[in-house]
T-cell receptor, first 113, second 111 residues
């Protein structure tokens, strides 16, 4: 158990819908990262937040957005969902957001029908 | 970040040491070598990391060559539960802190 929690575990929805994925970092960690893992793309970095501020952005679609709240939990919002958004979404956290180790949560499996 | 090259798959007998190689010939002086593994579709699990010295923890040992162009992750006594995809990642030691995952090595531990 890494100490990072993600909810829900599974999510099934329809095209065009909007969903919110939630992540709670390890106690004391200030930085949260979101990754997407699809069958054809592997694990890809989406976005990083550090202490409430966006720090780095990867290949995140404009239909996707994220935020980190004062209690340091983070939410990833996916809108206008397409079939290709079906994937595993992982959250990771680290202490400072610099070179320290990232610890991953169990993931949310999103299925878009 | 430097690119890494890993064999796509390897087999290992249960109870034997599993030696997973990684080539990172373009690594720069401030890049660390990190190893993660992913068991089935679970979240990637941190194993170990190092800069230039060999490292050991309760899970594994990391051997980095003197020129730092390659490394080997050693699982000393592989069990069936070690069957997973193992990712070798090299990472700049400052901003831009994302992990860049390649294809990894699918390790199959066989009884």
């Amino acid at each position: 158990d890494s100490g990072v929690t993600q909810t829900p575990k599974h999510l099934i929805t329809a095209t065009g819908q909007r969903v919110t994925l939630r992540c709670s970092p390890r106690s004391g960690d200030l930085s949260v990262y979101w990754y997407q893992q699809s069958l054809d793309q592997g694990l890809q970095f989406l976005i990083q937040y550090y202490n409430g501020e966006e720090r780095a952005k990867g290949n995140i679609l404009e239909r996707f957005s994220a935020q980190q709240f004062p209690d340091l939990h983070s939410e990833l919002n996916l809108s206008s969902l397409e079939l290709g958004d079906s994937a595993l979404y992982f959250c990771a956290s680290s202490t400072t957001g610099a070179s320290d180790t990232q610890y991953f949560g169990p993931g949310t499996r999103l299925t878009v029908l | 970040d430097a690119k890494t090259t890993q064999p796509p798959s390897m087999d290992c007998a249960e109870g034997r040491a599993a030696n997973l190689p990684c080539n990172h010939s373009t690594i720069s002086g401030n890049e660390y070598v990190y190893w993660y593994r992913q068991i089935h579709s679970q979240g990637p699990q941190y194993i170990i990391h190092g800069l230039k010295n060999n490292e050991t923890n309760e899970m594994a040992s990391l051997i980095i060559t003197e020129d730092r162009k390659s490394s080997t992750l050693i699982l000393p006594h592989a069990t069936l539960r070690d069957t997973a995809v193992y990712y070798c990642i090299v990472r700049v030691n400052n901003a831009g802190n994302m992990l860049t995952f390649g294809g990894g090595t699918r390790l199959m531990v066989k009884p």
